[in-house]
Structures are given as structure tokens and as C-alpha cells.
């Protein structure tokens, strides 16, 4: 029931035309269709990477082909959409990280790096971001190679599991306009500690805007004394968007920094004369390739010169690092993110990847009577009927290509 990728494009085309006519300059929103389309265009590309990034992950398997392949889809899928529109800058929003075991997250090896090679049994986090004109969408995903029906995850791998999994389906239905984000912090701890586990201490999801991987609101986890005093309460509000973003741990939920080398990075707002060549080199590739999106040194022209530049910019504060971060060898951490957007009608998620419930066993579960009441709701506040099919069908398109006849846009995904 896809529009093919012309017919839709030259109809989102006029669209566009037609919404730049009457456009000030605020940033656009999910309240018009065209920028839902193209977040939904981000989330099924995502969505489509990250499986096929799963079933590559099988013993023997290099951690660093996985990025570089993760990389280069997403880059082969943004290049297919929106051809016409020249000046449209689209592509990784993040870059592709994969992260085991006792890893938290953004390992994303050089080729001149130690690489990581896959085991069966490794807890492996998959993460990874598209964008389409600026429009993000963030997901990860976690799971365990060799894991079956018949060869279930057990024990405290499946504690952690479990429990970031059950966290993530209730920041979900939280993440609602005129909630606070300190509900969605306290949840996903009681959840954690229900399976004996801890949320990543001051991880953070953020707000997406145009071009913004973390704005404005936020959402904090496991906040320590200090954090908490200085993270802002905020309140969620429709037309937004966010990143969900949850870390569970089997141990403390302190992170480390251990020796591995920081590949990711995001431009900031910094402005500063670089001195050696080699960095001003490197700078003015991060300002035109990769715009303020997190990139990855190994998508630099010369990943040599790329690690001599980075240290200038770094020491000025022209770029934020994204530590790779670990707990304690032995223990094991799980994530799953998802995108989703705060639509009048209901939250709309847009990212996620397929987590199979049979696959993994807990012998632990959530005590706390609210939240398992909370758990027990459908996440879509209307979702309708399963219309019949060729309903579906036109509203599939209506959303492609901007609904019509004031049709419900939610109604595309029944």
C-alpha cells in the first residue's frame, strides 16, 4: 500500500511549497502534516536499519563493520527520499553505536581502534538516529545473540532486560501533555529496582526540535543529590516530540569511563580561532558534512587527521564528546529508545525495535500496584477499531501525502 516514492514526493513537494507560503519563522512543529511525514520517514528508515543491524548480529561478527554498515544505510536510505529538494540536508542523526555486556553506550570504533567481536550470549545495544530536512529520529534496541523461544535469556541478563524494557513501556504512556517529567524519572526507577537493577545515573532524553538532538526539556534518570538540584522540572506539551532514551543496569548505575576513545561528537555553539592546520582542517569538515548533528570521526575524509583535530576543538569547547561509558566488567546493562510524538490525539511512536517477550525470562516482576496499572493501559489513547482494510489502506496514503478530508492522521497506523 506504498505510494511510490515520485507520486509522493511530488505531491509532498506542493505541500511544501504551499507551507513555506504562509510560514514565519518559527520552527515548524508536528502540527503540520508535512513535518509528521517526514518524522515518520525517519522512523521507519531507523526502524528498517536497525533490524537489518540485528539479524547481522551473529557470532563472529565485527562491532566495528556493524557501525560502518549501520552508517552507510542510513545514508543509502535518506539519499532515496526527496531527490528534487537539492538543498535539503538529511541523513544520521546519530551515529551507529554498538555497545555489550558491561558497555553502556556510543562505542563506535575507528578502523584504527581495537575492534569488539560478537559472542553468542553477549547482550548487545544497538543505537542509532536518522534525519530527514532535520527532523529526528532516535532508537536503540537491545538483545542477546543466540536467544531463541527454545533458548530463553535468564538470570540477571534478563533482569535488566526486562526491567528497561517494562521502564520504556511506561516512560510511554507518561510521556503525555501536562505531565512532568519527574513522574517518568520515579517510574523507571521503582520499575529498575523492582528487577534489583538501577537506572544509568544522569542519563538524559531529551526534546528533538529542528536540527536539536537535545533540547530544551529533558528527562533525567537515577539523578544523584547534585543532580537533582540542578536538573528542571518541566511539563510535556502536545506538539512535542521526544527521544526516550532508557539505561538499566545489573550493578550500581555509577558509570565509568575506562580507555576506549571517544568517536562521537556534536558541534557547539563555541566560537574559537583554531591554531594548528590539522584542526582547522578537520573543523570546517565537521561544519560542512555534518551540521549539528552527532557525527562519528570515522565519517571524516581522513580519520588520521581527524584524530590529531579533534583535541583542539575539544579543549575549546567546540565540540561535546559522548564518553564511551562502562559499569563494572561482569555486570550487564540494557537500553531501549524510542521516539514518539505527543499528537492531540495521542502519543505516536514512531521508533522501536522488536522485542520478542518470549525470548526472555525474569523470575522478578513489578510489585508496585500503580504501575502495573499503569502498564496494563494501551498506550494509544484512541486507538480505534482495526478498520477494514482498505480504510487502512486510504489512510495510509491520506498520511503520505497529508490527510485528507480532515481524516485522522492516527488512523493510518490501524
Known amino acids: 500500500g506504498e505510494l511510490t516514492h515520485e507520486v509522493r514526493e511530488s505531491r509532498l513537494s ?59 544505510l542510513i545514508l543509502e536510505e535518506t539519499s532515496r527520499v526527496f531527490k528534487k529538494e537539492k538543498e535539503m540536508k ?16 556510543h562505542f563506535s570504533p575507528l578502523r584504527s581502534d581495537p575492534d569488539v567481536i560478537l ?50 513501556e511506561a516512560a510511554l504512556r507518561l510521556v503525555q501533555p501536562g505531565n512532568e517529567n519527574v513522574a517518568v524519572t520515579d517510574a523507571v526507577m521503582k520499575i529498575a529496582e523492582s528487577f534489583d537493577c538501577k537506572p544509568i545515573e544522569g542519563m538524559l532524553s531529551y526534546q528533538l526540535t529542528r536540527n536539536v538532538i537535545d533540547g530544551e526539556k529533558s528527562i533525567i534518570l537515577n539523578p544523584s543529590e547534585g543532580q537533582k538540584k540542578e536538573h528542571s522540572k518541566c511539563e510535556f506539551a502536545v506538539h512535542e516530540v521526544y527521544g526516550i532514551d532508557i539505561l538499566v543496569t545489573t550493578g550500581d548505575g555509577k558509570t565509568r569511563q575506562l580507555d576506549t576513545r571517544t568517536t562521537v561528537h556534536k558541534r557547539t555553539e563555541e566560537v574559537y580561532n583554531l591554531k594548528m592546520k590539522a584542526s582547522r ?47 563494572k566488567e561482569g555486570e550487564f546493562v540494557a537500553q531501549f529508545k524510542f521516539t ?13 525495535g522488536p522485542f520478542r517477550a518470549d525470548e ?24 480505534q477499531k482495526k478498520k477494514k482494510k482498505k480504510k487502512a489502506l486510504k489512510a495510509a496514503e491520506a ?16
Open 14 to 72: 506542493e505541500e511544501m511549497a504551499d507551507s513555506h507560503a504562509d510560514s514565519s519563522d518559527e520552527e515548524p512543529t508536528i502540527a503540520d502534516d508535512i513535518v509528521v511525514t517526514k518524522y515518520k520517514m525517519a522512523g521507519d528508515m531507523a526502524n528498517r536499519v536497525l533490524q537489518l543491524l540485528i539479524k547481522r548480529s551473529t557470532p563472529e561478527t565485527s562491532v566495528l563493520e556493524l557501525c560502518e554498515l549501520g552508517d552507510r
Open 90 to 105: 538529511k541523513g544520521i542523526a546519530f551515529p551507529t553505536c554498538v555497545s555489550t555486556n558491561h558497555c553502556v553506550c
Open 119 to 168: 559472542a553468542e550470549g553477549d547482550l548487545v545495544k544497538i543505537d542509532l538516529g536518522v534525519h530527514v530536512d532535520g527532523f529526528i529520529a532516535v532508537v536503540a534496541h537491545s538483545f542477546v545473540i543466540g536467544s531463541s523461544s527454545d533458548n530463553k535469556v535468564v538470570g540477571r541478563k534478563a533482569d535488566c532486560i526486562v526491567a528497561a524494557q517494562l521502564a520504556s
Open 281 to 327: 582542517n578537520f573543523f570546517s569538515e565537521v561544519t560542512n558534512k555534518f551540521t549539528t548533528m552527532p557525527f562519528s570521526l570515522r565519517a571524516c575524509e581522513d580519520e588520521k587527521r581527524a584524530r590529531m583535530g579533534v583535541v583542539e576543538c575539544l579543549k575549546h569547547g567546540l565540540l561535546d564528546p559522548f564518553y564511551v561509558l562502562y559499569d
Open 340 to 352: 514518539v510524538l505527543l499528537m492531540p490525539n495521542g502519543p505516536l511512536k514512531i521508533t522501536g
Open 360 to 383: 526472555v525470562h525474569s523470575e522478578m516482576e513489578v510489585k508496585d500496584e500503580a504501575l502495573k496499572t499503569l502498564l496494563a493501559t494501551s498506550a494509544n489513547k484512541k486507538s
Open 399 to 414: 498520511a503520505a501525502v497529508g490527510t485528507e478530508d480532515g481524516e485522522d492522521p492516527k488512523e493510518a497506523d490501524d
